[in-house]
């Protein structure tokens, strides 16, 4: 790194091991929000302005208005936290470096506070070099994107400017997810007549649903994505019956849809409902939608031409909430977010400031 890169990446460091020392769980994270104002405060200065929002952060450079010829780019990750396991054998709240492993224990270090700190760094080093990048950025630390809450990023994309397209940090490895898969919760029920079961009345409930359970498994759709394959439907809860000797007139059961680009969540719900028309069916919400952006897009180019592979993420994020093209990006491996003893390794940070920076020149 140049010299103010090396300084960025310490400052990111430093920053990174003040988040994990402050518990952030969804909905919690005013602490850590104070934090991150007052770092983004005092790098930036006059040369942007933060506000706060609840507790998203939002920044943009003074000169936001300048050279409306440029596209903007939002540069995005978030600051919250699942709930640390019971299998962490470190305090979680304690960052811990091995030196042995160059790794960098704590919650949230991998998810997604290393692609926070990262994309904070690139967001400065233009900052305070005065160079241009190839985009207008603006930077948004956000809040609630463990438990897709209203008050994070719903709530923030009204209130900022124009934006034609995001990099959303999260763990990839530095590869560039260009299609995301959504997800529906869907509450599903099959009705019966209730009877006596010693003398063979009613209509059994469960006899009813197992087959539309099955067909559910089963459903295809026409349309396949590309980069996310089928939409993947999985029941995951059942519910029937008040006693041994009464057969039930009621089954419920919940299916977890997460659904792709080939469809809208409306689209999709409409699919499963002519599919299955013996059965009551309701989606909790239909507002975490797939997302995509073009692979020949020239951000996605961009991360090509370094070697990253553009790829479809099963996983949600914040992309859900955005009415923009995205793509998801960041330090560290989707395989240690919600894990006990979650670690980064600092060369992942480092290589991931340069990334986004020669990514965005």
């Known amino acids: 790194m140049t010299d103010i890169r090396d300084e960025l990446f310490y400052q990111a460091l430093d920053l990174l091991k ?24 005092a790098q930036c200065g006059d040369k942007a302005e933060v506000t706060r929002h609840g507790n998203n952060l939002l920044v943009i450079p003074a000169d936001h208005q300048q050279n409306q010829d440029r596209p903007t780019l939002l540069l995005n990750s978030h600051i919250d936290t699942v709930k640390p396991s019971s299998g962490w054998t470190l305090d979680p709240f304690t960052p811990y470096f091995d030196e042995s492993t160059n790794r960098l224990y704590g919650i949230g270090s991998n998810d997604a506070g290393a692609s926070l700190v990262s994309l904070a760094a690139t967001f400065l080093h233009f900052i305070h070099t005065g ?24 709530m923030m994309v009204p209130l900022m400017p124009h934006i034609d397209k995001a ?50 498994r089963s459903l295809r759709f026409p349309n396949v994505s590309e980069m996310l394959g089928p ?23 919940v299916a977890d849809v997460r659904t792709t680009d080939a469809y809208s969540n409306i689209e999709t719900l409409d699919l499963i409902k002519t599919a299955l028309p013996d059965v009551d069916i309701k989606a909790r919400s239909t507002r975490l939608n797939p997302s995509s952006i073009s692979s020949a897009d020239p951000l996605v180019s961009r991360f090509a031409m370094l070697g990253l592979e553009p790829f479809g993420s099963p996983t949600l994020s914040d992309q859900a ?14 395989a240690r977010s919600h894990s006990s003893d979650e670690y980064i390794c600092l060369e992942e940070i480092r290589e991931a400031i340069e990334t986004y920076i020669t990514i965005l020149q």
């Open 321 to 334: 909430l955005m009415p923009w093209p995205s793509l998801k990006a960041g330090p560290g491996d989707s």
């Open 167 to 216: 990099i959303v940090g999260e763990p990839t490895g530095m590869r560039p997810a260009i299609a995301e898969k959504g997800l529906m919760v869907l509450d599903c029920e099959v009705h019966g007549v209730s009877g006596h079961a010693a003398r063979n009345e009613g209509i059994n409930a469960i006899y009813k649903a197992l087959p539309a359970i099955s067909a559910m």
């Open 18 to 41: 003040g988040l994990i020392a402050i518990p952030r769980k969804s909905r919690e994270e005013n602490k850590a929000a104070d934090l991150f104002e007052c770092f983004m405060r």
């Open 131 to 154: 160079s241009k990048p190839s985009y207008r950025l603006i930077f948004l630390a956000s809040c609630e994107e463990e438990v897709s809450g209203c008050g994070g990023m719903e």
């Open 231 to 253: 939409v993947k439907i999985s029941i995951t809860q059942i519910e029937a019956g008040t006693q041994h000797n009464v057969v039930p007139d009621l089954c419920k059961f």
